[in-house]
């Protein structure tokens, strides 16, 4: 998959606005500071489209990107302290709203490759599984680690979250490692959703006759 130009439709801060399409919706969920926006930009290959924070915790609403191909949802970071509880419930009920309505053909979790997950990581992980929704874990940073730390350190994160170490997908926004895998998952996974619709109207015209 080639990523040609990337664009910013618009932002949402709540769940009536949420942006309709017929293109397949990836999204993007991380903790705060995770480096979704440094994500954001290496797969675009545009390092100005999402705009990044030195202060996390700054998006605090869904943006949306039309990459082509596909819509990308940028949702709000979770986990940061320094907010308040209001704060923290009205972004908790836009990312419920929006993963409990939205027909995603995958979610892209961010965890930070040099530390274990926390608590919110696993309270989205739970989320994901509760509801089936398709997703790819991709351990973020690892240019900041030696290359010797980087596989075992995925192994770790996988282990933690009881997926297959080949399943964790390490990247780097700065090296653009995991660049090409986080988008051959993406194109994975909106084949399976095309699939499987093409297979809900197959079913519904054998019904209807």
């Not at 919706?25 to 290496?42: D, P």
Request: with cysteine.
């Amino acid at each position: 998959m080639k990523i040609k130009n990337a664009t910013f439709i618009t932002s949402v801060a709540d769940s009536g606005k949420f942006y309709k399409t017929n293109k397949p919706i990836i999204a993007v969920a991380g903790k705060s500071n995770v480096g979704k926006s440094s994500v954001i930009n290496m797969l675009a290959g545009n390092g100005k489209l999402a705009r990044t924070s030195v202060t996390p915790g700054r998006t605090r609403l869904i943006n949306y990107f039309d990459f082509g191909e596909f819509v990308l949802a940028d949702l709000p970071g979770y986990g940061f302290a320094k907010v308040s509880k209001s704060e923290k419930d009205k972004w908790g009920k836009l990312m419920d709203d929006f993963l409990k309505t939205e027909d995603l053909a995958l979610l892209i979790t961010l965890l930070d490759i040099r530390h274990d997950p926390t608590a919110e990581d696993f309270m989205m992980l739970n989320f994901l599984y509760h509801y089936a929704i398709p997703f790819v874990p991709v351990a973020t940073k690892s240019d900041k680690l030696s290359k010797t730390r980087v596989k075992p350190a995925a192994a770790k994160i996988a282990s933690a979250i009881k997926v297959g170490a080949s399943d964790v997908i390490a990247c780097s926004s700065v090296t653009g490692a995991g660049r090409d895998a986080i988008l051959s998952a993406i194109e994975k996974a909106i084949s399976v959703q095309r699939e499987r619709g093409a297979d809900e109207d197959s079913e519904a015209d054998g019904e209807e006759k």
